[in-house]
C-alpha cells in the first residue's frame, strides 16, 4: 500500500510540474509507466499483455500513420467506433497525438444518428470496424511503424474529445471536453477518493486491476474504468465480452481488483446471489440471513474487520460471483435498489454509490466506510473542485472544473460556462447528495447507454390497454399496461407479445426487461395522466397490484387462463435466464440447443427453485435441461 502511495504522489507531482493541463500532458503521466502492466485482454483463449513502454511504441506508430493521412482527414474530429479493447484506447490517443480530436461513438446507436452526429462535428474521417459509413473515410487501425513526428518534428497534439449522450433513439446531443476538464477530473477525483477511503489502495497478491466493464465511447468507462488507475501505472483488463459469464471469468481469472459499473450490473450479481440462497433448504436459508444481519453490525462498528469477516463467512457467495480478487466497487449512472447494495456489501464485497453525467464527468461519490453510509443510497460529497447547488424546486447544479466545455445539439452549440444544471431532483443531508428522481427519466443501460422512457414509448401504441407507461422501477426499465377488468388474459398476452416486438425492432428498446399489466389506475386520484415518480410510488408502495403480461399462464381471475400455466411459467423463466423474447421449444436443451451458458443455468435453477418452493440438488436431479423436463419435476414435487 505505502508503494502506491508513493507512485500516487509522484503522479500528482508530475501532473503539478508539467506546467499544463492538457492530454499531452496526461499522456506523459500515464505512459511514463514503463514495465508496468497497461492492459490484459483475451484473444481467444490466450491473454495477451503489453507495458506501458510497449503499448506507447504501437500508438506512436500509428499516430506516425494518421498523420500520414494528410490534415483533409485527421486535422479536426475523428469518429472512432471501436469494440472495447487496447484498439480503442490506441486509436483514441494516436488520433490526439496526430493533431485530431476523436469522437466516440456509441455503435448501438442507429447508422443514420452516428452519420448526423459525424456531420455535425464537421468529421471527414472514421475510424471503425462497422462498414456503416460509406460516406467517411475509414482509417487503417494498424498502420506501419514509423516516427510519430514524421520528419523529426514536435506532435502537434489535438485537445478535445467529444462524446455522444442519447437523447431519444434519433437525437443525441454531444459533450466536447478539453484537456483541462480531463486533468481536472483525475487529478481531482482521485485525491478525494484517496483522502476519503483508503480503501481504494487495497490490492490482490500486490497488483491493482480495474476490469472495464463498462464501454470506453460512455464517460464513466473512459473514465473511472480507464484513465482513473492507468494514471498511476495500474492495469486495465477486458473480458472477452460484456456477458455475465465472460465479466465473470475475467474478474476472476485476470484477479481484477476494483469494478466501476453501472446500477444494472450490481442488480444481476443481487438476483445471482438471492437465486442461489435460494435454493438452499430453510434452515440454511435463516443462518445466511442471520449471518448477513450480523456482518451488517460489525461494518457498522468496525468497518474493516467487519469486511474481513464477512470475506470469510460468505466465501461461497463471493466465489460464485466476481470471485475473491475485488476489493473496491462504484456504481454510477442511475439508480441503485436499496437491498441490492445492502446485500452486495453485507457478503464482504465494499460497494460505494456515485454521481455524474456525460455533461459533467463523475462529480462525487460516498466514500464513508461504515455500513450505514454504504447503504445509504447516497452519493457523498462532491469530488475536489466540484460543487452542487440546489434551486428552490431542488433541481441540482453541478459547478467545477471538470465540465464539458460546449454542447451540441439539433438546434446548435451551447458554450458552458462554469455549471450545468441537470435536470436532477435532489437533496442533500449530512453532506451527502441524494438524487431524488430524474427529470428527463433517462435510464442507464447495463453497456452504458443512455435511454429514454417517453421515446421507448413512442414505439409503442397498445390498441387495447386503457393506458400505458414505460417507467424504471426495481433497477430495471418496464412497461406497465392498464386494462379493464372485461379484457380477457390471451388479449393481454397476445397485445403484450405485440409490444414486445416492437420493441425489439430498437437496439434501445430491448433495454425494456419486461411488460406488466394491471386492472387498476395507473394515473393517481386527480392527475390526468400518470407520472412516473408517483406511479413509482404506487408501485412500491402495494397499490397497484402487477401482473406478468408475458406469460400465457397469468391470470388474475378476470381471464381464462391457458392450458399449461406451470409450463408457461417454467418457459418465461428459461426466457429470462437466456436473455431472449419468443417462444421455447418446451424439449430444446438450454446448453446445447438454446446457446444457455453455465452461469444462466445456474440463474435458471435458483429462479425455478424461488418461484416453485422446490428444493433442487444438481447433483442428484441431472434431467432439468429443457422446459418439458423441468416441469415434471416441479409437478411429481407440487
Known sequence: MEIFRKTVRDCLRAARDAGEETFRALFGVIFSHGDRVAYEAYEGHRVVRATYAEFRRSIEALAGSLRASGPEAIGGFVGIDLRDGPAFI????????????????????????????????????????????????????????????????????????????????????????????????????????????????????????????????????LVAGYLWLSFFGRTIVFPRDRSPDAIRYAAIGLRATHVFAPPALFHRLDREIRRGVAGEPPRRRRRYERALRASEAIQNVAPALGVALARRLFREAIGASLGPSVR??????????????????????????????????????????????????????????????LSETGELTVRGDSLCKRIVSLGGEAEVRGSIRTGDLASIRGGALFVEGRASDVYVGEGGESVHPDFLQSLIAPARASDSMILEFRGRLRAVLEYAEAVPVDFIAAEAAEIRNSLS??????????????????????????????????????????????????????????????????????????????????????????????????????????????????????????????????????
Open 505 to 638: 425492432a430498437s437496439s434501445l428498446g430491448r433495454a425494456v426487461a419486461s411488460i406488466h399489466y394491471t386492472r387498476g389506475r395507473l394515473s393517481g386520484e386527480g392527475a390526468l395522466k400518470p407520472g412516473r415518480a408517483a406511479l413509482r410510488r404506487r408501485i412500491e408502495g402495494g397499490e397497484l397490484t402487477l401482473y406478468d403480461a408475458e406469460a400465457r399462464a397469468a391470470s388474475d381471475g378476470a381471464g381464462t387462463p391457458s392450458d399449461d400455466p406451470v409450463g408457461a411459467w417454467i418457459a418465461r423463466l428459461f426466457r429470462e435466464a437466456l436473455g431472449v423474447e419468443g417462444d421455447i421449444d418446451p424439449d430444446a436443451h438450454f446448453l446445447r440447443d438454446l446457446g444457455g451458458a453455465s452461469l444462466d443455468y445456474l440463474a435458471l435453477i435458483g429462479g425455478v427453485s424461488d418461484a416453485f418452493g422446490v428444493r433442487i440438488d444438481l447433483e442428484r436431479d441431472r434431467d432439468l435441461f429443457t422446459v418439458n423436463g423441468v416441469r415434471r419435476y416441479v409437478s411429481e414435487r407440487a
Open 90 to 221: 490506441r486509436a483514441f490517443w494516436a488520433v490526439l497525438m496526430a493533431g485530431g480530436k476523436p469522437l466516440l461513438l456509441n455503435p448501438l446507436y442507429p447508422a443514420p444518428l452516428r452519420a448526423e452526429l459525424l456531420c455535425r462535428m464537421g468529421a471527414r474521417a472514421v475510424i471503425a470496424d462497422s462498414c456503416d459509413y460509406g460516406d467517411f473515410r475509414n482509417l487503417r487501425r494498424d498502420g506501419p511503424d514509423c516516427s510519430p513526428d514524421g520528419a523529426g518534428e514536435a506532435p502537434i497534439w489535438g485537445d478535445e474529445v467529444a462524446l455522444a449522450t442519447a437523447m431519444t433513439g434519433l437525437e443525441a446531443k454531444i459533450c466536447v471536453f478539453d484537456g483541462r476538464a480531463f486533468v481536472r477530473q483525475i487529478v481531482g477525483a482521485t485525491a478525494s477518493i484517496l483522502r476519503g477511503n483508503n480503501w481504494f489502495f487495497h490490492s490482490y497478491h500486490r497488483e491493482i486491476k480495474v476490469l472495464a466493464v463498462l464501454p470506453l465511447y460512455h464517460v464513466f468507462g
Open 328 to 389: 473496491f466497487m462504484i456504481s454510477g449512472g442511475g439508480f441503485i435498489d436499496a437491498g441490492a447494495l445492502r446485500r452486495i456489501n453485507a457478503i464482504g464485497y465494499p460497494l460505494f454509490n456515485g454521481y455524474g453525467a456525460t455533461e459533467t464527468m463523475i462529480a462525487g461519490a460516498e466514500l464513508r466506510k461504515r455500513f450505514c453510509h454504504r447503504v445509504s443510497g447516497g452519493a457523498g460529497a462532491p469530488f475536489a473542485g466540484t460543487g452542487y447547488e
